[in-house]
C-alpha cells in the first residue's frame, strides 16, 4: 500500500511557527492566552506551540500550554471499543481568556464538538479558537478551524498518520490509500 | 469490562487501568461542575438486598454524576419481601432496560448468579456479596493508598512494595478478601493479624502472611494499618471472650496509635465501632484516611461504571 509522506520534519515546524505567529496576532498579545491540547498528539503540538510562543514573547507566563481530555464528552462511546482517558490539566482557570485548542488532525468535527462541551464545564471562555496540525475535511458539524498547519483534501478511505517525536521517536505526516487495517483512531470515519 | 464481580480476576493492569481512570473522575469533583455526561441516557440500578446507606449513596452519586439514570432498588418494601426470587426480579430489571445492576447480596455468589445466568443481559457490579467480596472498596482503598503513598505522581503505579496490616474479623470480612487479592496483585505486601478464630481455614492459599500479634505488626512500621469491623451481625457462634477482651487485644488503641510511625495510614471501611476495634484518637487524627476512601468510594465506582457501560457491550463469556 502506497503511503506519501506530505509533511517533513521542518514543514511541521514551520507550520507550528506560523501558526504561533497567527494566535499571537489575533490575540494581541500573549495576555489571558491558554493552550489546550487534545489527548494524545495534540498536547504535544500544543507544547511546541507555547514554546514558540515563549520564545516570541519572552514575557509570557510559563503556565501557557495544557491539556483537554474529551473522552467522556464524546457521543460515540457505545460504539467503539471503551477509550481511556487521558489527564486533563488546564494551567490556569479558563473564565474571561482566549482558549486555543489544538489538535493533530481535523476532521469530523466531533472530537471538537466534545472539547466545546469539556470547556463549558471547566469555565466560560472569553473566545475559543482552534488549531490543527492538519484538516483533512469530511466535517459533519459546523465547525472550522482558526489556524490550520496544513490542508489535506482526502478520501474518507484514505488514513493520514501524524507522527510526533515524543511519541512516535519522529515528525512527519503521511497519508495511506484504503486499506482493511483498523484504522488510526484520529482518522476512523465515525457513524 | 463486561462485570465486576470480584478482585481475584482482576489483575493488575485492569486494576491499575481502573485506579487511573478514577484520577480523572475524582479531578472532575474539584470542579464547579461535577457532572459527565458520559452515560446520558444509560439505566443504572441498585438493587440492595441488604441494608447499606454508605455503598449505595456512593454508587448513586457516581451514577449520577455520569448523567445516567438511577433507580434504586432495596429488598424491604419490594416484592423481594413477598418471596420473590432473584431470577424474577432479575427479569424485571431486564424488562426495565437495565444497563447495569449493582447487587448487594447476603448471599455469597448472587452478584455471579446474576452475571452468569442469562437471566439479564445487563453488567453486573458487585457492591458486596455475603462473606465473598466487596471489589469497589478494595479498590478505593487501594486508590486512597496510592494517592496517600505517591501524591500527583500516582498514575500508572501500583503499590510495590507497601506494607499493608490488616486486622480483625477476617472470617467475615469481603473487604478483607477482596483486598487481599487487589493489593497482591498491586505489589504489596499484605499482612493478616487476627484471632484464630476469625481468620478462615484457607487463609493459608491467600498471598498473605499471617500473623496473632498486633503489637508485633504496629512495630514493625506497616505503611498503612487497615482496621476491619467486628461484624457481630454475622457472628452465630462466639469467636472471641468478650468485647473487652478483643478490643485490648486487636483493637487500635490510643497507646498502639501513639507507637505507630507518623506517616502510617489509619484505615477503616466504616461503619467504624469507636473504642471497640479503634480509637477515636486514632480515627479522627490526621492519618485516619476514613472521609478520604469514601469520597475516593464515588471516584473509584465511577470509573467501574464508565468501564462497564462505554465500549461495545462484549459478548458474555
Known amino acids: 500500500m502506497a503511503v506519501r509522506h506530505v509533511l517533513q520534519q521542518a514543514d511541521i515546524e514551520?507550520?507550528?511557527?506560523?501558526?504561533?505567529?497567527?494566535?499571537?496576532e489575533s490575540n494581541r498579545g500573549v495576555d489571558d492566552l491558554v493552550i489546550l491540547g487534545i489527548p494524545t498528539r495534540g498536547v504535544m503540538l500544543a507544547a511546541r506551540i507555547a514554546e514558540i510562543i515563549r520564545r516570541i514573547e519572552p514575557n509570557a507566563p510559563a503556565a501557557l500550554a495544557g491539556s483537554l481530555d474529551v473522552t467522556m464528552y464524546r457521543d460515540d462511546l457505545s460504539h467503539t471499543r471503551t477509550r481511556t482517558p487521558a489527564p486533563t490539566d488546564v494551567p490556569v482557570g479558563i473564565d474571561d481568556r482566549t482558549v486555543v485548542l489544538v489538535d493533530d488532525v481535523l476532521y469530523s468535527g466531533r472530537t471538537i464538538r466534545a472539547a466545546l462541551d469539556a470547556l463549558a464545564d471547566l469555565g466560560r471562555p472569553r473566545a475559543v479558537r482552534?488549531?490543527?496540525?492538519v484538516d483533512r475535511g469530511h466535517r459533519q458539524f459546523p465547525i472550522r478551524a482558526d489556524f490550520v498547519g496544513k490542508n489535506l483534501p482526502s478520501a474518507a478511505s484514505e488514513r493520514i498518520n501524524v507522527l510526533l517525536r515524543e511519541v512516535d521517536g519522529e515528525d512527519g505526516v503521511t497519508i495511506e490509500g484504503a486499506s482493511d487495517e483498523a484504522p488510526a483512531l484520529h482518522a476512523r470515519p465515525r457513524p | 469490562m463486561r462485570h465486576l464481580l470480584s478482585t481475584r480476576d482482576l489483575g493488575r493492569d485492569r486494576a491499575i487501568e481502573l485506579l487511573d481512570i478514577a484520577e480523572d473522575m475524582a479531578a472532575v469533583q474539584q470542579r464547579e461542575v461535577r457532572k459527565l455526561p458520559t452515560l446520558r441516557g444509560r439505566t443504572v440500578v441498585n438493587l440492595f438486598?441488604?441494608?447499606?446507606?454508605?455503598?449505595?449513596?456512593?454508587?448513586?452519586?457516581?451514577?449520577?454524576r455520569l448523567s445516567a439514570d438511577v433507580i434504586t432498588f432495596s429488598a424491604k418494601g419490594s416484592s423481594v419481601s413477598k418471596g420473590e426470587s432473584l431470577k424474577d426480579t432479575a427479569q424485571?430489571?431486564?424488562?426495565?432496560?437495565?444497563?447495569?445492576?449493582?447487587?448487594?447480596?447476603?448471599?455469597?455468589?448472587?452478584?455471579?448468579?446474576?452475571?452468569?445466568s442469562g437471566w439479564i443481559d445487563a453488567g453486573v457490579v458487585n457492591a458486596g456479596d455475603g462473606t465473598h467480596e466487596h471489589p469497589t472498596q478494595a479498590l478505593l482503598d487501594a486508590f486512597t493508598m496510592r494517592r496517600r503513598l505517591h501524591g500527583d505522581a500516582s498514575?500508572?503505579?501500583?503499590?510495590?512494595?507497601?506494607?499493608?496490616?490488616?486486622?480483625?474479623?477476617?472470617?467475615?470480612?469481603?473487604?478483607?478478601?477482596?483486598?487481599?487479592?487487589?493489593?497482591?496483585?498491586?505489589?504489596?505486601?499484605?499482612?493478616?493479624v487476627a484471632p484464630p478464630t476469625l481468620l478462615p481455614v484457607d487463609v493459608s492459599a491467600w498471598p498473605a502472611r499471617v500473623g496473632y500479634d498486633l503489637d508485633a505488626a504496629i512495630d514493625s512500621g506497616p505503611d498503612a494499618v487497615m482496621m476491619l469491623r467486628v461484624q457481630a451481625e454475622r457472628m452465630h457462634a462466639a469467636f472471641f471472650p468478650n468485647s473487652r477482651e478483643y478490643s485490648r487485644t486487636w483493637g487500635l488503641d490510643d497507646a498502639r496509635f501513639a507507637r505507630l510511625p507518623r506517616t502510617t495510614m489509619v484505615m477503616h471501611p466504616g461503619p467504624m465501632n469507636r473504642g471497640f476495634e479503634?480509637?477515636?484518637?486514632?480515627?479522627?487524627?490526621?492519618?485516619?484516611?476514613?472521609?478520604?476512601?469514601?469520597?475516593?468510594?464515588?471516584?473509584?465506582?465511577?470509573?467501574?461504571?464508565?468501564?462497564?457501560?462505554?465500549?461495545?457491550?462484549?459478548?458474555?463469556?
Open chain 2, 155 to 192: 498514575r500508572g503505579r501500583g503499590l510495590d512494595g507497601a506494607r499493608v496490616v490488616i486486622v480483625g474479623d477476617v472470617l467475615h470480612s469481603r473487604v478483607a478478601r477482596s483486598n487481599v487479592w487487589l493489593l497482591d496483585a498491586l505489589g504489596a505486601e499484605v499482612t493478616l
Open chain 2, 92 to 116: 424485571t430489571l431486564q424488562a426495565i432496560g437495565a444497563d447495569a445492576v449493582v447487587v448487594r447480596h447476603q448471599a455469597s455468589g448472587a452478584p455471579q448468579t446474576l452475571a452468569t
Open chain 1, 130 to 133: 482552534l488549531a490543527v496540525l
Open chain 2, 278 to 317: 479503634i480509637a477515636a484518637s486514632a480515627a479522627d487524627s490526621a492519618q485516619s484516611t476514613v472521609l478520604e476512601q469514601v469520597a475516593n468510594g464515588v471516584s473509584v465506582r465511577m470509573a467501574a461504571l464508565y468501564l462497564l457501560l462505554s465500549g461495545e457491550r462484549e459478548v458474555a463469556a
Open chain 1, 14 to 24: 514551520r507550520a507550528l511557527t506560523r501558526i504561533a505567529h497567527e494566535i499571537l
Open chain 2, 49 to 64: 438486598f441488604e441494608d447499606s446507606t454508605r455503598t449505595r449513596v456512593s454508587f448513586e452519586a457516581a451514577a449520577k
